[in-house]
């Protein structure tokens, strides 16, 4: 029942900015880390940024000083500020997270369906 929902993904220039943010619904106790992956055309599913419920975050070497990560665990939504891009960024970016639907269970990893993020001129 668990649902990740990915939005702010589109097209942008080289150097642009964009900010992805993904909402976790349904039947969660809680979330203990969420994160994003991104796969390019003819690679592998790569992992961008990830952060935890107390907020250690984790960022691909690709990415770090230009991407950020943050997180409003009230509203269980973890956003991706994504500023300088590249081509190279282009890529489907899929939310995940790691959630927990009951304080007896330790948990499993939930995806959405991801959102594509275009960088071109």
């Known amino acids: 029942q668990v649902q990740l929902v990915e939005s702010g993904g589109g097209l942008v220039q080289p150097g642009g900015s964009l900010r992805l943010s993904c909402a976790a619904s349904?039947?969660?106790?809680?979330?203990?880390?969420m994160g994003w992956f991104r796969q390019a055309p003819g690679k592998e599913r790569e992992l961008v940024a990830t952060?935890?419920?107390?907020?250690?975050?984790n960022y691909a070497d690709s990415v770090k000083g230009r991407f950020t990560i943050s997180r409003d665990n009230g509203k269980k939504t973890v956003f991706l500020q994504m500023n300088s891009l590249k081509a190279e960024d282009t890529a489907v970016y899929y939310c995940?997270?790691?959630?927990?639907?009951?304080?007896?269970?330790?948990?499993?990893?939930?995806w959405g369906k991801g959102t594509l993020v275009t960088v071109s001129s």
């Open positions: 995940n997270a790691h959630i927990m639907t009951t304080w007896f269970e330790t948990g499993m990893n939930y």
């Open positions: 952060i935890t419920r107390g907020g250690s975050t």
């Open positions: 349904g039947s969660i106790y809680r979330i203990n880390a």
